[in-house]
């Protein structure tokens, strides 16, 4: 009921409009605008975006700094309409988009023209999860464009509720998502080698995450940078640790059984194989978890 506690907050990403009033003793003079540019932007950066694209209004210095400023967007109170014009209109650079409140299955338009959207003007972080609430959560997941691939800019990535790619046939490589440090997915279906896909794309990957999933079925973790490495609430039948060399935290929660697909007799198996740095792993449940290093 809760999953919206798990979405990470990133960057300047405002939640709620800000109420402000002017101080008691305020004669009019206008001294924010004396400030200089790049403090306003700053300023900018931090406002609801509908307050941020009305600064246009205020005066005549202020109808570039919005544009000129890379846009922070979370689309709390924002109907998928003006998401969609916020995102066509604002040039970029895209500093950190956040959106967890569009039904994708019914905006499959949309979901089609943004990723291409977020790819052309430089998305750094992005959120993005299809609103299931009060639907049916796995029966409710929508595909996942592939263009999603074509954001090399990427920094942080967190998905929900969408069924990955089929990434055959798509070109691999470390120039796919070369920036991209953390990865992050909300019951997400994903396949074995689609996983693979993902790991080989992403050359400087830090940090893994898979939150109330149950696909893959086999985690085989071949990265060069991974470091940590989480999995809660999450199923599998085997974890293995193939080549990570700077991997230093393994965390398994409840990995034997989430709330919504119990395994009361299966056993996952956890095996190490090449993880020289590894330093924290856990935790680890005799019943269900066999442990293999080495």
Known sequence: ENFMDWLPTGGNAVAIAASLSAAVDYEGEDRISALPDDLLRNIVSRLPVKDAARTAAIASQWRHLWRSTPLVLSDVGLLPSVVARVLADHPGPFQAIHIARCRFASHERELAEWPRLLAAKGIQDLVLVNDVIGTQFITDTVLLPADIFRCA???RLFLGFFRFPDTAGLSRGPDILPHLRELSMFTTVIN??????????????????????NS????????????????????????????????KRLFLVDLAGSPQQPRDDSTTMINIACAPSLRALGFLETRTHRLHIG
């Open 153 to 155: 800019s990427l920094q």
């Open 216 to 247: 893959p079925d086999l985690i085989h973790l071949r990265s060069k940078s991974l470091q940590c490495v989480l999995l809660w609430f999450f199923t599998a039948e085997e974890v293995a640790v193939v080549d990570a060399p700077l991997l």
């Open 192 to 213: 074995n080698w689609d996983l693979d896909y993902m790991l080989a794309c992403c050359p400087v990957l830090e940090k893994l995450a898979f939150v109330l999933s």
